[in-house]
């Protein structure tokens, strides 16, 4: 990694060069030349890898960045979270993803590069930053992650396992996973821990928002708030098939939440097991449950929208 000496209160815009077919990287360098032409010190880094992204994000808090900004997706903003958790150092995205799910609940642009480098610019001059709950899951084979947006077990994290090896596709991997798996997909039997409360039963999928949506704009927990310091459960019991594909395109609104096969809870910790299944979170590989689940309110300072 190379770029111009550290300066304390530059702001880092870490940008991930394969995201959305390359406009993350054409958002970065609208998002870096506005904040120049404002005459806002900044540094613009493509990291290597998704180590190299969680590891600039904690080198630019220990340099005294005064804001990181993720460019690209939400695999982009997850890996930034990683090193940014347990700072002061605010938050920015800068939207240019497939999906930009996360950017989209914060209520941060998507669209146009030039609007969201406009944006940007003025959010750095607006105070105060806001504060957003962060979710934490734990597998039980140690590894632990933060996250924004939704974590996802069942079928929905096995679409995340089928959608991951179709990148070629863009945002629609989600929908054409989602057929693909449905058709051998069959309901588990869930146990799920809330706040020491215990539930069973069979579930297509349950699925753990901290943020609304998902998937390219699948709001699955429509009613989730990234400042109640909760965290929202959608429970889909089992469904036929023709049923599930009758039901899924009132994800998109969130009125599948009404469907009575639909569970939705509230809560601060979790602990959620069902056979021979893998957690995703933000769209990101967590690993095999079971697996523990907490919220951190308030723990991550974010720029305003």
């Not at 799920?192 to 928002?209: A, F, K, N, R, Y």
């Not at 809870?265 to 056979?275: D, E, K, L, N, V």
Request: proline content about 5%; hydrophobic content about 40%.
């Amino acid at each position: 990694m190379t770029g111009p000496p550290e300066v304390a209160g530059e702001v880092w815009l870490i940008a991930n060069p394969l995201a959305g077919a390359g406009r993350g990287a054409r958002h970065a360098s609208l998002a870096t030349k506005a904040l120049r032409d404002a005459g806002i010190p900044c540094r613009l880094i493509h990291p290597s890898s998704t180590a190299d992204t969680t590891r600039t994000a904690a080198e630019a808090v220990a340099a005294g960045a005064r804001a990181v900004v993720a460019c690209g997706g939400d695999g982009t903003v997850h890996a930034v979270l990683q090193g940014l958790i347990g700072s002061d150092v605010p938050l920015g995205i800068v939207a240019g993803g497939s999906g930009d799910d996360i950017a989209a609940g914060l209520g941060f642009a998507t669209g146009d590069g030039d609007n969201i480098a406009t944006g940007l610019v003025r959010a750095l001059g607006v105070a105060p930053v806001r504060l957003i709950d962060v979710g934490e899951v734990t597998a039980d084979d140690g590894t632990r992650r933060y996250f924004l947006g939704v974590l996802s077990t069942g079928f929905d994290s096995s679409v995340n396992e089928r959608a991951n090896t179709m990148s070629r596709l863009g945002g629609q991997r989600y929908n054409i996973a989602i057929v693909r798996e449905l058709a051998s997909f069959t309901a588990l039997d869930y146990t799920v821990d809330i706040d020491g409360e215990i539930h069973t039963g069979p579930g297509m999928l349950v699925s753990v928002g901290n943020g609304p949506r998902y998937g390219g704009g699948m709001r699955v927990c429509p009613d989730a708030l990234s400042d109640d310091g909760l965290l929202d459960v959608t429970w889909l019991g089992a469904v036929s098939k023709p049923t599930f594909l009758r039901v899924f395109p009132s994800v998109f609104k969130g009125t599948h939440i009404h469907h009575p096969a639909v569970r939705t809870y509230r809560g601060r910790t979790f602990r959620i097991s069902a056979a021979g299944q893998l957690a995703y979170a933000d769209g990101e590989r967590i690993g095999p449950l079971p697996i523990s689940i907490s919220v951190h309110a308030g723990a991550l300072r974010v720029l305003p929208a």
